[in-house]
């Protein structure tokens, strides 16, 4: 029987550890603070960050959200950025990607304070996640280690092929499975779009995590008999639905089902995680801002 890893459970539990915590720090007199920033009116990003927003609400975050027009300059956005460094109330914040073509991004995520960069994307947070020092871990990847502990898989030693290799998923989740950590130790192949041979590649890993952006990319045939399947891919594709679209992963789920000891499911696997781990990374920057110790 293969192992459907449920992401929303797993989720759930993070959240309800979450607000134990928040219990902790309300009685220190303190709620931890957490905005967004959206640039323009991008429908996808808004459904984002009013997600992130409610789960704000749901766990006891005090949730700030700002908008500025499609048109704001890069200098309008450093001025909200410098307004957030400064702002006691708020621990941590995200400038949701992606922005208009006049800001640079990378200005953006240089400008904001480390110790509030709860994406984890300031190169001082990717260096010292590279060296084994992370002080916020990405919110996906972080995600794809609970749902791996989540399903008894103990990385040390396996062999784990990552499909994608971006700077949001791909990359850090590969240093993070490569850390000389409990949740780490693994052998780590990474493999983008000019590798050749992909389907040997995952065939032979012990867990595949497919980070692409290509619907079903990965199917059966690629997967090695009782290997661990994450899906990190979100595709919408036509379908006859009310919406005219379905979502589906970057794994073919059926056939690679059928091969798999374990594998997430897409909507329901990584995504709940990627939310769950945002809120959790926003506690953590209170905590050390705070001086507020809570059990993480
Ligand atoms: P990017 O587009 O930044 O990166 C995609 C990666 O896949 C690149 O490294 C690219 O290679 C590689 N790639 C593209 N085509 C192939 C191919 N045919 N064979 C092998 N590798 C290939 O995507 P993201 O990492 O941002 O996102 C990936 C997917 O994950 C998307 O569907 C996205 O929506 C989803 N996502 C889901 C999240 C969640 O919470 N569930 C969070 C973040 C992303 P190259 O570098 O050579 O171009």
Do not use: W
Not at 25 to 37: C, H, K, N, Q, R
Not at 116 to 136: C, I, M, S, T, Y
Not at 201 to 212: Q, W
């Amino acid at each position: 029987m293969t192992d459907v890893i449920d992401g929303n459970a797993v989720a759930d539990d993070i959240r309800s550890s979450l607000e134990d915590c928040i219990a902790t720090f309300e009685d220190a007199g303190v709620t931890p603070g957490l905005a967004t920033v959206l640039v323009g009116d991008d429908p996808a990003s808004e459904t984002y960050v009013s997600m992130k927003q409610r789960d704000c609400e749901e766990v006891g975050i005090n949730g700030v959200h700002v908008e500025l027009p499609a048109d704001a300059s890069q200098d309008d956005l450093n001025s909200t950025i410098d307004e957030l460094n400064d702002d006691p109330e708020v621990h941590g914040y995200l400038v949701q990607d992606p922005t208009p073509d006049q800001i640079d991004y990378r200005e953006v995520i240089r400008r904001i304070d480390p110790a509030k960069d709860v994406d984890g994307f300031h190169p001082e947070n990717v260096g010292r996640l590279v060296a084994g020092d992370a002080r916020f871990k990405p919110c996906t990847p972080h995600g794809v280690q609970k749902l791996l502990a989540s399903a008894n898989v103990d990385t040390e030693g396996k062999d784990i092929t990552i499909v994608g290799r971006s700077r949001i998923v791909g990359k850090p989740l590969a240093n993070l499975l490569l850390q000389k950590a409990d949740d780490g130790n693994a052998t780590v192949t990474v493999c983008h779009s000019r590798t050749q041979d992909l389907a040997e590649k995952t065939r032979n890993a012990d867990v595949v995590v497919a980070a692409v952006g290509a619907p079903e990319l990965v199917d059966g045939s690629m997967i090695g008999e009782g290997a661990v399947v994450i899906d990190v891919g979100v595709n919408r594709v036509d379908a006859d639905t009310e919406k005219g679209y379905e979502l589906v992963g970057d794994v073919e789920f059926e056939s690679a089902k059928e091969q798999a000891s374990a594998i997430t499911p897409v909507p329901g696997g990584v995504g709940p995680m990627t939310r769950a781990m945002l809120l959790y990374n926003t506690v953590k920057a209170a905590s050390e801002q705070e001086g507020v110790d809570v059990d993480l």
